[in-house]
């Protein structure tokens, strides 16, 4: 984790744990190479998905006055700015029949599943929601190693965005329906839509009920209150 931080503080480069990991490999590597040889390090992600973990839980939540002037550079990527141009039509998404028969497995597999990815904030936040409330929940990480084999996570995903037509993690079924992402979640639990789907597929809650997800998210995210 050092030379993670020390790659956003000395080089500018905003990655994870497994880049820090691949730096320190590398300078191993140089202490042993010949003179003048060049070293590969991939950086195999970005940091982004690490600021709920120990990796930047040093970094306060607000920012200074000077990183506030320093985000009015870009007001496309300000909460209430005008937003960045909006992408190209969507190109239709197709799977194939491997990965639409394990897909159609893990949905069938428990009464609540979750797609999600090892070190995806939101999908931390699902967790620690479903934990909270006693849920029970099988959790298929798609970007898992066991699913790395054959590109069969990348497939899978491939074969869940053309099945339920959403292409962000996580998505949720319950009793094999489709229910939705994070945030859809936590909003049918307010509204009380979500009690009723686990009722409804005789799933029992053995933790709090009286639960606002929203205190699970992330701390730098804008809050939102209930409507």
Known sequence: ?????????????????????????????AKTADPGAT???????????????????????????????????????????PGAPQPAAPVLVTADTEAKQVLAKAIGSEPVVVFALEWCEFCWSLRNFFEAIGLAYRVVEIDAVAMQGNELGGRVRRALTAHTGVATIPQVFVGGEFVGGCTDVFDAWRAGELQK?????AIALTGATRVDPYEM???????????
């Open 39 to 81: 070293i590969l390090v991939m950086l195999p992600d970005t940091g982004e998905r690490y600021l709920s973990t120990p990796l930047f839980a040093d970094v306060p939540v607000d920012m200074t006055e000077a990183e506030v002037e320093i985000s009015r550079s870009t007001p496309s990527a300000q909460f209430g700015g």
């Open 217 to 227: 998210l992330p701390k730098w995210l804008a809050r939102r209150e209930p409507a």
């Open 1 to 29: 984790m050092r030379l993670s931080h020390e790659l956003a503080r000395r080089e500018g480069v905003f990655a994870g744990i497994s880049s820090g990991a691949g730096i320190a490999g590398a300078i191993e590597v």
């Open 197 to 201: 789907k686990l009722a409804a597929a």
